[in-house]
């Protein structure tokens, strides 16, 4: 069982910066994809970015002003969001996949509230 346990949303204005957290614990489990996701009310929830063997991507809406991170060691994924707009309100979620005891897994975190007004 890997869980996975996230930090840093709130309340910000147009045009602030937000850094997100997610941290992942259990026992036995290697990480190979971290990513962000985001559901905004009434709407599906949509990828924001995705690390993989090193490899990123990021959501055509938020290219330039969100970056991803990990630290593998921590094993901890970081979105660092930048110059944010009323759109990017939604709740956040992490999702790591990964190999545990031999299997695939893949888990979610609980979901962070990030909210853009003035």
């Known amino acids: 069982q890997v869980q996975l346990v996230e930090s840093g949303g709130g309340l910000v204005q147009p045009g602030g910066s937000l850094r997100l957290s997610c941290a992942a614990s259990?026992?036995?489990?290697?990480?190979?994809?971290m990513g962000w996701y985001r559901q905004a009310p009434g709407k599906q929830r949509e990828l924001v970015a995705i690390n993989s063997g090193g490899i990123t991507n990021y959501a055509d809406s938020v290219k330039g002003r969100f970056t991803i991170s990990r630290d593998n060691a921590k094993k901890t994924v970081y979105l660092q969001m930048n110059s944010l707009k009323p759109e990017d309100t939604a709740v956040y979620y992490c999702n790591v996949a990964g190999v545990v005891v031999g299997s695939l897994f893949a888990s979610w975190g609980q979901g962070t509230q990030v909210t853009v007004s003035s």
């Open positions: 259990g026992s036995a489990f290697s990480i190979n994809v």
